[in-house]
């Protein structure tokens, strides 16, 4: 099973403000993002990142070749409990999925 980074172009994350992380997949042709579409599932992002599903907002874009998730964060950003103020392990974690 190929890794997700072995499929698209980029997976980039970053802070949707103090509540909010948005993860972009961007797969670079139509190919790639219907392999995507299909090959990821929600329900496996939101595992990934333990959260619920239903807290886990999910945007496919084709005419940019783009799936987009937007999730809660766990912690405000910038309080003394946040790991992470831009959110990017978040991408790298993604990139790692195997799908």
Known sequence: MPMLRD???????????PFQITVDVFCGSAEAYEHVTTALSTRAVSDLFGIEPQLLTRFDIPDLHVIKFSMPRTVVQGSRFDRDMHGAQFGVMLEELLV
């Open 7 to 17: 499929l698209v172009r980029k997976v980039t994350a970053k802070n949707a403000g």
